[in-house]
């Protein structure tokens, strides 16, 4: 079974930088997508940034030309560079498996346990 585990969380001030990580492990095929996701209380799970398998990325609007996804070598890590850190990026962020190209959450049907990142202004 495909496990996700996270890191690299933890405080910064705005306009600082973070890098998580996500190990992915327990699979034949690496699953064709992995995304970040963030959330909030009270709010639902918004996808961030995903990398399939043959590396072609995908962003939301909020953080494109800030944050950047990449993956291992051997696509067993995917990382995400946050850069120009604000406020509004406080969340848990969760990396997560799909088998197509979406950042619909519904859609992810495996998840990391998360990892918190606050940025303080």
């Known amino acids: 079974q495909v496990q996700l585990v996270e890191s690299g969380g933890g405080s910064v001030q705005a306009g600082g930088s973070l890098r998580l990580s996500c190990a992915a492990s327990?699979?034949?095929?690496?699953?064709?997508?992995i995304t970040w996701f963030r959330q909030t209380p009270g709010k639902e799970r918004e996808g961030v940034a995903g990398i399939a398998r043959d590396g072609s990325t995908l962003y939301t609007d909020s953080v494109k030309g800030r944050f950047t996804i990449s993956q291992s070598d051997a696509k067993n890590t995917v990382y995400l560079q946050m850069d120009s850190l604000k406020p509004e990026d406080t969340a848990k962020y969760y990396c997560?498996?799909?088998?197509?190209?979406?950042?619909?959450?519904?859609?992810?049907?495996?998840w990391g346990q998360g990892t918190q990142v606050t940025v303080s202004s």
């Open positions: 997560a498996a799909a088998g197509i190209k979406t950042l619909s959450a519904n859609l992810y049907p495996i």
């Open positions: 327990g699979y034949q095929l690496r699953p064709y997508l």
